[in-house]
């Protein structure tokens, strides 16, 4: 299994830009696709983006739709999830995921769906 790390959260302003980063080992990155996912206290872990093996299927959920952009360079091991536009409701713990077996073909995902998980940053937008 794919040893996950995020990083690149913060406390950011309305408006306001950041970039996550999940550095992976342990396993061939290549082969995994790969998703983001961010949890509220109290709240279920829910679907923000996920990326195919090539990096040439994207999917994201609908509110972060024009303000998000996943990426990955599989020369470094490394997924990104560029957000603009940051919105209060954006506060969360960011999670990234891996998974060998998934097909990124749908545009919502659960989970379930991934075998691996980093420990996750915190993003926090005032407003």
């Known amino acids: 299994q794919e040893q996950l790390v995020e990083s690149g959260g913060g406390l950011v302003q309305a408006g306001d830009s950041l970039r996550l980063s999940c550095a992976a080992s342990?396993?061939?990155?290549?082969?995994?696709?790969m998703g983001w996912f961010r949890q509220t206290p109290g709240k279920e872990r829910k679907f923000v983006a996920a990326?195919?093996?090539?990096?040439?299927?994207?999917r994201y959920t609908d509110s972060v739709k024009g303000r998000f952009t996943m990426s990955r360079d599989n020369s470094k091991n490394t997924v990104y999830l560029q957000m603009n536009s940051l919105k209060p409701e954006d506060t969360a713990v960011y999670y990234c995921?891996?998974?060998?077996?998934?097909?990124?073909?749908?545009?919502?995902?659960?989970?379930?769906?991934?075998?691996?998980w980093g420990r996750g940053t915190q993003v926090t937008v005032s407003s």
């Open positions: 342990g396993g061939t990155f290549s082969s995994h696709a």
């Open positions: 995921a891996a998974d060998s077996r998934l097909v990124i073909v749908g545009s919502d995902y659960g989970p379930q769906d991934f075998a691996s």
């Open positions: 990326i195919s093996r090539s990096g040439r299927t994207i």
